[in-house]
Structure formats: structure tokens, C-alpha cells
């Protein structure tokens, strides 16, 4: 989580959402990366699970990441559950809860959904409070610039 909150203050200071995900092999060896890029990328779907994901895939030659651990600093919205079940990922632990749009626990349960093809575990609210002040003070300061 450590790594994935640097990641999160990397997002911050390309004026994206600091949100970091780094996605791990049954090993512990790290296989992807990634940060927030929608804004820096003009791109709706550079959420940084989705980076993450990506870096992964490439890395292995593969879109299966089975046994892979996803961690990010934020509860993953539907978009982005979703491509952790299409990547039959093993099993996703958090930091922050999303009230406004977590799709694992908050508002739902995409790695549950037993009508889903593939289930995973969910762990949430690791360094949940490290990972709340980064996102809390990002949005502190944008209100202070007169910004969103």
C-alpha cells in the first residue's frame, strides 16, 4: 500500500486524483503500476487500476491475472470492478471506502456477485486513513484554487 500511496501523490501532482494501484503476483513480486492519468491523458477510463491493469497484462502476456493481488489506495468504482472480475484477478485489498462510488463494498459487491463469472476476495481499509488524507487534502486545495 505503501508503494500505491506514492503513486497516489504522483497522480496529485499531474492535477489527477490521487488514486495508486499496484497489482501483485502470488509471490509478492510486483507485476504492474499505476496512477490516476484521466487528466494528464484526457482519457474517462485512466483510473489507475485500469494503469495497473494494463502494466500487468503487458508484463505477463496475458489478460488473466490469477493468483495477482490488486492494491489501491481507493475503493474501485463499477468500471473498474469490473475489469478486476474480466482480469479474474485473485483478490483486491483497499485502503480508502468510496460512499459516493465504491462497487466492492460501498454501494456494491462486484467481486461477490455470484452472477458474475469470476469472485473475489475483498479487503478494505488498509492505511484506510493515509489513503483518505491524500485524497481529502487533494480536494482541499483544489476548493482553495477556486478549482471544481
Request: hydrophobic share 45%; charged share 25%.
Amino acid at each position: 500500500m505503501l508503494e500505491a500511496l506514492t503513486l497516489a501523490r504522483l497522480a496529485a501532482s499531474h492535477g489527477d486524483v490521487p488514486v495508486g494501484c499496484v497489482v501483485l503476483a502470488a509471490d509478492g513480486a510486483r507485476l504492474g503500476a499505476g496512477e490516476n492519468r484521466r487528466e494528464v491523458g484526457a482519457d474517462p477510463t485512466a483510473h489507475a487500476e485500469l494503469v495497473a491493469l494494463r502494466d500487468a497484462c503487458r508484463r505477463l502476456g496475458t489478460w488473466r491475472l490469477e493468483g495477482a493481488t490488486a492494491v489501491v489506495t481507493l475503493e474501485p468504482c463499477a468500471m473498474c470492478a469490473g475489469a478486476l472480475v474480466n482480469a479474474r484477478i485473485g483478490r483486491v485489498v483497499y485502503g480508502a471506502p468510496d460512499p459516493k462510488a465504491g462497487a466492492l463494498e460501498s454501494l456494491y459487491r462486484l467481486g461477490a456477485d455470484a452472477r458474475l463469472n469470476h469472485r473475489f476476495p475483498t479487503e478494505g481499509g488498509l492505511l484506510a486513513d493515509a489513503c483518505a488524507r491524500e485524497l481529502r487534502e487533494f480536494f482541499a486545495r483544489l476548493r482553495a484554487a477556486g478549482q471544481k
